[in-house]
């Protein structure tokens, strides 16, 4: 009886719950007046015939035609009772067989199936897990994230307040639990105070309302955020977090960073202490038609080929890999190897009247993506169009061309025959896809460089024609990634990573030959920092692996992820100057290393990147807080 009545009182409590017992209820009183009603025609109408029952009798045989159970004992003989027999029992089919049966489901039996199943949906974390990840809201970037997380090792827990959709992301195989995001109680169900990081992701009122409402938990915890306005940036400090990033801010540069104008020289993409990760298109060069081997760049340069772009598809690159018109390079070594190579790539460009088109980088779409790839160019010396329907501002010395990008006389306006670049910024994928093949149509030998929303679209996008592809979700994961383990991944197209391990114990003792560590997982070791901090380009491939090296590999998600399933997550423990890292501290003192880490080697001496300056006066913020 204790067991029903908390049934019974959980089940009253759902949402819904009165309005559908009150529906099944007015149904069943209409049910019962057609049984009365029909009970005192009975009566009248056997008056008629001359004959007299009962109440109870008329009753029964009212329940009877209704149920379809049959005439036995009690008939009408006249022509009007038995008209009125069949309009009992067509009644009955309808209403008790029919109806009846429908109206129980839907409005009691189902809800209350429903409330047992939201009852089994967490409400807290089990008690002893620390070091978590709350991740609040489970929006697709949310989702994105929390698996990107989980695949880096990390424990994720997705907040939400939606319980019939908790179940849905339970049976994924998410962490999920259910509460309101404003409700400090939820967070303390949590155990925020133990957690390694809370990520707010919404818009920035409910992330302001979010941070506030964890603050009055934990003072402490890390709280990061993203910003969609620049002026809310202030806001969400003073709400209390810890960090806050403009994403958008963020990707436009990325793309910028991967423009290729001139082909003399390569591009930086990002560096991690002495190791320099850079690409450069072999168009024209003395590189086109040549094998790896034969172009012996390692021997005259000292900079290692760790992987080709062919129209959008990344490969390891093997001694006898032909580099084509269309081969986009992947290098990696030291500040001076790549110098020495851009030395020699301008010799062989001497003989050229021009090394770099006259036409300048158009930029569709003009949001707050494509006003940070164009600025971000013009930065650079570029000259830069953007594209748009409606007026932006481009700012100075950014030209503008209002009109639709699919109309050809716009994109010719803006310069299309003469570019040699072209990004495609809008948050529309089907958009995306339709210009790239637009772009790639009108300019066969352009460099094109897309957006993507969706995971599911980057496949699509390259097929359409894109050379590279990145997308805003990657880009967050990736700067979350960074904060929580400095320095572990850095996303060099969507699906393709540079990412920082540690050897572990199925690692130990091995040489990078004997280990087959490409063979096996598909990855590319390009770099060995050893316990002292020494970094190693392109290691000797007989240097056996030693207790705290850390490894820098490139390869895509596939490889990436069976890197991880084959050697496991062990010797990943960040370290700084030998001891354990602390994000905690790290937000202390006002280091951002993931500001350094996206900012690209080639901006690493100027701000960073997508990051607010307010950050800069961090410290004196939080000693406030």
Same mark, same amino acid.
């Given at each position: 009886?204790?067991?029903?009545?908390?049934?019974?009182?959980?089940?009253?409590?759902?949402?819904?719950?009165?309005?559908?017992?009150?529906?099944?209820?007015?149904?069943?009183?209409?049910?019962?007046?057609?049984?009365?009603?029909?009970?005192?025609?009975?009566?009248?109408?056997?008056?008629?015939?001359?004959?007299? &029952?009962?109440?109870?009798?008329?009753?029964?045989?009212?329940?009877?035609?209704?149920?379809?159970?049959?005439?036995?004992?009690?008939?009408?003989?006249?022509?009007?009772?038995?008209?009125?027999?069949?309009?009992?029992?067509?009644?009955?089919?309808?209403?008790?067989?029919?109806?009846?049966?429908?109206?129980?489901?839907? &409005?009691?039996?189902?809800?209350?199936?429903?409330?047992?199943?939201?009852?089994?949906?967490?409400?807290?974390?089990?008690?002893?897990?620390?070091?978590?990840?709350?991740?609040?809201?489970?929006?697709?970037?949310?989702?994105? #994230?929390?698996?990107?997380?989980?695949?880096?090792?990390?424990?994720?827990?997705?907040?939400?307040?939606?319980?019939?959709?908790?179940?849905?992301?339970?049976?994924?195989?998410?962490?999920?639990?259910?509460?309101? &995001?404003?409700?400090?109680?939820?967070?303390?169900?949590?155990?925020?105070?133990?957690?390694?990081?809370?990520?707010?992701?919404?818009?920035?009122?409910?992330?302001?309302?979010?941070?506030?409402?964890?603050?009055?938990?934990?003072?402490?915890?890390?709280?990061?955020?993203?910003?969609?306005?620049?002026?809310?940036?202030?806001?969400?400090?003073?709400?209390?977090?810890?960090?806050?990033?403009?994403?958008?801010?963020?990707?436009?540069?990325?793309?910028?960073?991967?423009?290729?104008?001139?082909?003399?020289?390569?591009?930086? #993409?990002?560096?991690?202490?002495?190791? #320099?990760?850079?690409?450069?298109?072999?168009?024209?060069?003395? #590189?086109?038609?040549?094998?790896?081997?034969?172009?012996?760049?390692?021997?005259?340069? $000292?900079?290692?080929?760790?992987?080709?772009?062919?129209?959008?598809?990344?490969?390891?690159?093997?001694?006898?890999?032909?580099?084509?018109?269309?081969?986009?390079?992947?290098?990696?070594?030291?500040?001076?190897?790549?110098?020495?190579?851009?030395?020699?790539?301008?010799?062989?460009?001497?003989?050229?009247?021009?090394?770099?088109?006259?036409?300048?980088?158009?930029?569709?779409?003009?949001?707050?993506?494509?006003?940070?790839?164009?600025?971000?160019?013009?930065?650079?010396?570029?000259?830069?169009?953007?594209?748009?329907? =409606?007026?932006?501002?481009?700012?100075?010395?950014?030209?503008?061309?209002?009109?639709?990008?699919?109309?050809?006389?716009?994109?010719?306006?803006?310069?299309? =025959?003469?570019?040699?670049?072209?990004?495609?910024?809008?948050?529309?994928?089907?958009?995306?896809? &339709?210009?790239?093949?637009?772009?790639?149509?009108?300019?066969?030998?352009?460099?094109?460089?897309?957006?993507?929303?969706?995971?599911?679209?980057?496949?699509?996008?390259?097929?359409?024609?894109?050379?590279?592809?990145?997308?805003?979700?990657?880009?967050?994961?990736?700067?979350?990634?960074?904060?929580?383990?400095?320095?572990?991944?850095?996303?060099?197209?969507?699906?393709?990573?540079?990412?920082?391990?540690?050897?572990?114990?199925?690692?130990? $003792?091995?040489?990078?030959?004997?280990?087959?560590?490409?063979?096996?997982?598909?990855?590319?070791?390009?770099?060995?920092? $050893?316990?002292?901090?020494?970094?190693?380009?392109?290691?000797?491939?007989?240097?056996?692996?030693?207790?705290?090296?850390?490894?820098?590999?490139?390869?895509?998600?596939?490889?990436?992820?069976?890197?991880?399933?084959?050697?496991?997550?062990?010797?990943?423990?960040?370290?700084?100057?030998?001891?354990?890292?602390?994000?905690?501290?790290?937000?202390?003192?006002?280091?951002?290393?993931?500001?350094?880490?996206?900012?690209?080697?080639?901006?690493?001496?100027?701000?960073?990147?997508?990051?607010?300056?307010?950050?800069?006066?961090?410290?004196?913020?939080?000693?406030?807080?």
């Amino acid at each position: 009886m204790k067991y029903l009545s908390s049934q019974l009182s959980i089940f009253l409590r759902e949402r819904g719950v009165k309005r559908n017992l009150g529906m099944f209820f007015r149904f069943l009183g209409v049910l019962i007046f057609m049984v009365t009603l029909y009970s005192v025609l009975f009566h009248y109408i056997m008056e008629y015939e001359g004959r007299s &029952y009962s109440w109870i009798t008329g009753l029964y045989w009212t329940l009877t035609v209704m149920t379809t159970l049959g005439f036995g004992d009690i008939t009408f003989t006249s022509d009007l009772g038995k008209l009125f027999s069949v309009l009992v029992l067509m009644t009955g089919v309808l209403c008790l067989l029919v109806m009846l049966p429908f109206a129980f489901i839907q &409005y009691v039996y189902a809800p209350w199936l429903e409330a047992q199943k939201k009852r089994t949906v967490p409400r807290s974390i089990p008690s002893g897990v620390k070091g978590h990840i709350i991740v609040v809201g489970v929006s697709p970037v949310a989702l994105d #994230l929390a698996g990107d997380l989980a695949r880096y090792g990390f424990y994720c827990v997705l907040l939400t307040g939606d319980a019939q959709g908790a179940l849905d992301l339970l049976d994924q195989g998410y962490h999920v639990v259910v509460g309101d &995001y404003d409700d400090g109680a939820v967070y303390q169900r949590l155990n925020l105070g133990e957690a390694a990081m809370l990520t707010a992701m919404d818009n920035d009122v409910r992330n302001t309302n979010i941070i506030f409402s964890a603050r009055e938990v934990d003072a402490k915890v890390p709280i990061v955020a993203r910003a969609e306005k620049t002026e809310s940036i202030d806001i969400l400090y003073l709400a209390g977090a810890s960090r806050v990033f403009q994403f958008r801010t963020l990707l436009g540069e990325a793309l910028a960073r991967r423009v290729h104008v001139d082909r003399s020289r390569c591009s930086v #993409l990002t560096e991690f202490g002495p190791l #320099l990760l850079a690409e450069a298109s072999a168009k024209g060069s003395f #590189l086109a038609g040549k094998t790896i081997r034969d172009s012996e760049l390692r021997r005259t340069t $000292g900079v290692n080929i760790v992987g080709l772009w062919e129209r959008g598809r990344f490969l390891l690159p093997q001694a006898d890999t032909l580099i084509s018109e269309e081969t986009v390079l992947v290098m990696a070594g030291t500040a001076s190897q790549i110098a020495n190579f851009d030395m020699r790539m301008r010799r062989d460009a001497e003989n050229e009247a021009e090394t770099a088109s006259d036409g300048p980088v158009l930029v569709l779409g003009g949001g707050r993506v494509g006003l940070a790839a164009a600025r971000s160019l013009r930065g650079r010396g570029l000259n830069v169009v953007i594209v748009d329907r =409606r007026e932006v501002p481009a700012g100075e010395g950014v030209g503008f061309v209002k009109g639709d990008a699919a109309d050809l006389a716009v994109l010719e306006s803006a310069g299309i =025959r003469a570019a040699p670049s072209v990004i495609i910024t809008t948050h529309d994928d089907d958009t995306n896809i &339709y210009l790239t093949i637009y772009c790639r149509r009108l300019r066969p030998d352009m460099q094109i460089i897309s957006r993507a929303t969706l995971d599911r679209n980057v496949g699509i996008l390259h097929s359409a024609g894109a050379d590279l592809v990145l997308s805003l979700v990657s880009m967050m994961s990736d700067a979350i990634v960074n904060m929580l383990s400095p320095g572990r991944v850095f996303m060099l197209s969507e699906g393709l990573n540079l990412f920082r391990v540690g050897v572990g114990q199925k690692l130990l $003792g091995k040489s990078l030959a004997s280990s087959n560590i490409r063979r096996d997982t598909g990855c590319s070791v390009v770099a060995v920092r $050893g316990k002292g901090g020494q970094m190693l380009i392109n290691p000797d491939p007989q240097r056996e692996f030693q207790a705290g090296d850390n490894l820098y590999l490139i390869g895509d998600s596939g490889a990436e992820s069976a890197f991880y399933e084959r050697y496991g997550h062990e010797g990943c423990a960040d370290q700084k100057n030998g001891e354990g890292w602390s994000l905690r501290q790290a937000l202390a003192d006002g280091t951002d290393w993931v500001a350094r880490e996206f900012s690209g080697a080639a901006e690493s001496s100027g701000k960073d990147a997508g990051i607010s300056s307010a950050q800069s006066d961090m410290p004196e913020r939080q000693e406030q807080q």
